[in-house]
């Protein structure tokens, strides 16, 4: 296996003084693992990708939030209209003299925030990049507290993927993407679901995929896909046992719709990343 690339502190902020930088990436290319000198913010805004995060593959879209420290080895690939923030941070730089880690998630999970946190966010993050270019005491000052400021909004507006309940109020496309994703193993009924929360089918295909690229549907695969790569490269589960918890009811079929998406058969897969004796608890 290839040695990561080193993202050096000097590549991305103005000087060495400066506490947080921000990288706009639009769209954001596919880009070979990596690792930083520094802690890292992303923000996903619209387009789809994947997202390899220490070994673990997350299907990405618009709302999707990752806290990536300086040891975290992570990558994009088969991006599609991707478009990100990278909110990049030294805490050895911050002088405000607060214990940063009570607004940093200590877990890998998979973070979202709601559509009226990105709004929020969206607006102090053009603040934090127009500030954070200069070099002037009062502008680094301004550039810590707009940086609090930031955390403290996704504190509150962010949520777990699969976890509709912690949404405060439930926008539509956040409770549609709480909701696939709480049923990733089972079918997922899209007209129930529009009929339950009163909401127009059409209407809401046509802003799923005008903020993630894709339909419903194909969001749904392609999670199920993600889930069974992941299980295939980190446990030693039956390819059956694999193809169910992903949301397969049938093993061929799983078979064929991976093997089509991915140029591989799912032992073929495997094979890539065993590790004997090795198995794990996937949720």
């Known amino acids: 296996m290839s040695v990561p690339l080193r993202l050096a502190k000097a590549d991305y902020f103005p000087s060495e003084l400066m506490p947080v930088a921000v990288a706009d990436r639009t769209p954001q290319p596919s880009f070979p693992p990596h ?11 619209r387009g789809n990708g994947m997202h390899l995060m220490n070994d673990r593959p997350w299907l990405i879209t618009c709302g999707d939030l990752f806290y990536v420290c300086p040891d975290d080895c ?9 478009v990100l923030d ?34 929020l966010a969206r607006g102090v993050i053009q603040q934090l990049s127009q500030e954070s270019r200069k070099s002037d ?50 079918h997922f009924d899209l007209a129930a679901f529009c009929r339950q929360h009163q909401l127009s089918e059409r209407a809401l295909k046509q802003l799923f995929r005008q903020q993630t690229g894709m339909m419903p549907s194909q969001y749904i695969r392609q999670l199920q896909l993600c889930k069974a790569k992941f299980m295939l490269r980190s446990s030693d589960c039956l390819i ?5 918890s992903s949301g397969f009811d049938d093993s061929n079929y799983f ?6 998406e991915t140029g591989m058969t799912p032992s073929a897969f495997r094979q890539q990343f065993e590790h004997p004796g090795m198995r794990v608890k996937v949720d």
């Not at 992570?74 to 991707?82: F, G």
């Not at 059956?240 to 169910?244: D, F, I, Q, S």
């Open 137 to 186: 005491l009062l502008s680094r000052q301004l550039t810590e507290a707009l940086f609090l400021q930031l955390l403290l909004i996704l504190q509150r507006h962010r949520y777990k993927a699969d976890c509709a309940w912690q949404l405060p109020e439930g926008e539509q496309l956040d409770l549609l993407m709480s909701a696939i994703q709480g049923q990733i193993a089972s």
């Open 255 to 260: 078979s064929v719709v991976f093997t089509k």
């Open 35 to 45: 690792i930083h000198e520094f802690s890292e913010l992303v923000i996903v805004w």
């Open 74 to 82: 992570h990558s994009y690939e088969s991006v599609n209209e991707l």
């Open 86 to 119: 990278n909110i990049i941070y030294c805490p050895d730089r911050f002088r405000l003299g607060l214990d940063w880690s009570q607004f940093l998630p200590q877990d890998e999970a998979a973070w979202r925030l709601t559509t009226r946190g990105m709004a």
């Open 240 to 244: 059956g046992e694999v193809a169910a």
